[in-house]
């Protein structure tokens, strides 16, 4: 807007310059040919002026403004560029020409922000035949998943379900780790002692009291490099095989009527980004605890 204010501004003046220059010309001693020649160079540079007004606004940044929550290493006020997904999410639309502005509030305030159209979107969701009623939905932003933790001396390989059986398991209270593996726990299949926390399980695992843990990679990264030393958080590996897969999502409310179009430009700035192989270097960044403040 300030923009489009100075452009007025300064088309207004050079109308004013222009009629007064007419009427000096009028009423001096000038040839007409010489008024003709004045007035042709006013003109010229009135031209490219409000050229040089529509040039800037044509590259004047959006901003949109994203409703947000704390969920380390994803989504934090407290870590380097607001976290390793903030960051992918800033760089999607920074390449479509948009700022992003974040606002953080509980998770379940952050999606009625975006629900009501209070702001723009919100991050990272799950896809759901509800939401896609009241929001437009991105391609995944991550594709998080759940892992199997182990100490880099203790080997671990599997394949199945089956290849768990006799291996001492922990888990935390509550938490749904996928059909194959709750049904496998529910018949007693598998051994599973349940904690109270991550933190609690990733202990045990360093005591040796379990022998593998299944957990959110990056989120279980954050809690190694958060709560063990260096030299602790060493010894930690995880096997690559995916217990659980769960893509997350940008929310766009559509009571938002630029919704639409910002969407599918976010989609093309995000791809643009995967193929350029910074998410990965971005997630290797952050399992390694660079994003601390």
Known sequence: MAFRTSCKCLGDYLKVDEQQTSEVLKTSEVSKSGREDS??????????MMISCVSVNAFAQETIRLSSGEWPPYQS?????????????????????VRVEYGYFPWARSLENAKTGEWD???????????R??????EPVLDIQYVFFHLRSEPFDWKNIGDLKGIFIGATVKYDYGKAFQSAEAAGTIKVERAPNDKVNFKKLLEGRIRIFPNDLDAG????????????????????KPVRSAPHHMLFSKRI???RTMTERFNKGLKQLKSSGKIEQYLTESRKGEYKK
């Open 39 to 48: 007035m042709k160079v006013i003109k010229i540079i009135t031209i490219l």
């Open 77 to 97: 006020e407290h870590l380097k560029y607001n976290g390793v997904a903030s960051r992918i999410v800033t760089e999607a639309f920074a390449l479509a020409g």
């Open 121 to 131: 979107g919100t991050f990272l969701w799950f896809d759901t035949p509800e939401r």
């Open 133 to 138: 009623k009241i929001f437009y939905i991105s």
């Open 221 to 240: 990264y954050e809690i190694i490099n958060s709560n063990f030393t260096p030299e602790q958080a060493r010894l930690f590996t995880y096997h690559k």
């Open 257 to 259: 009527g630029r919704n």
